[in-house]
C-alpha cells in the first residue's frame, strides 16, 4: 500500500516555473513506477510524464517534452516534476500515481494509488 501527497502548486504567471512534489509513505516506494497526470477544468484527465521503478526511464507527453522533468528520490520516498516555461495550457490540476513495478505506460487505469493533486494556475 502506498499513500502519495503532492505539494508544490500554485498561481504563476506564464514563462514562470514551479516544482511539483509527490512524496510517498508506504514501503519499498523504489519498486513503484510513478506517473504525473493533469486535469483542466472541462477536460478529460491525461498523462504528463512518468518515471519508471527500474533504470529511472522517463517518458513525457510530446505538450510538455523539453519543458518538464521528472526524477525521484527514492532516499525520500519522493518523485518531482520541474515545470519550466509555463503557459496558460498547462493551468490544471496536477496528480501523482503509483503502480508496481509498473511497465512503460500512460495509461491511468493501470496505475493503483494516487493522490488528491494539487493545483497549478498559470495566468497569461
Known amino acids: 500500500q502506498v499513500q502519495l501527497v503532492e505539494s508544490g502548486g500554485g498561481l504563476v504567471q506564464a514563462g514562470d516555473s514551479l516544482r511539483l512534489s509527490c512524496a510517498a509513505s508506504?514501503?519499498?516506494?523504489?519498486?513503484?513506477?510513478v506517473g504525473w497526470f493533469r486535469q483542466a477544468p472541462g477536460k478529460e484527465r491525461e498523462f504528463v510524464a512518468f518515471?519508471?521503478?527500474?533504470?529511472?526511464?522517463?517518458y513525457y507527453t510530446d505538450s510538455v517534452k523539453g519543458r518538464f522533468t521528472i526524477s525521484r528520490d527514492n532516499t525520500k520516498n519522493t518523485v518531482y516534476l520541474q515545470m519550466n516555461r509555463l503557459t496558460p495550457e498547462d493551468t490544471a490540476l496536477y496528480y501523482c500515481?503509483?503502480?508496481?513495478?509498473?511497465?512503460?505506460?500512460?495509461?491511468?487505469?493501470?496505475?493503483?494509488?494516487w493522490g488528491q493533486g494539487t493545483q497549478v494556475t498559470v495566468s497569461s
Open positions: 500515481a503509483a503502480g508496481y513495478r509498473l511497465g512503460l505506460t500512460v495509461a491511468s487505469e493501470a496505475y493503483a494509488y
Open positions: 508506504g514501503r519499498a516506494f523504489s519498486s513503484y513506477t
Open positions: 518515471i519508471k521503478w527500474s533504470g529511472g526511464s522517463t
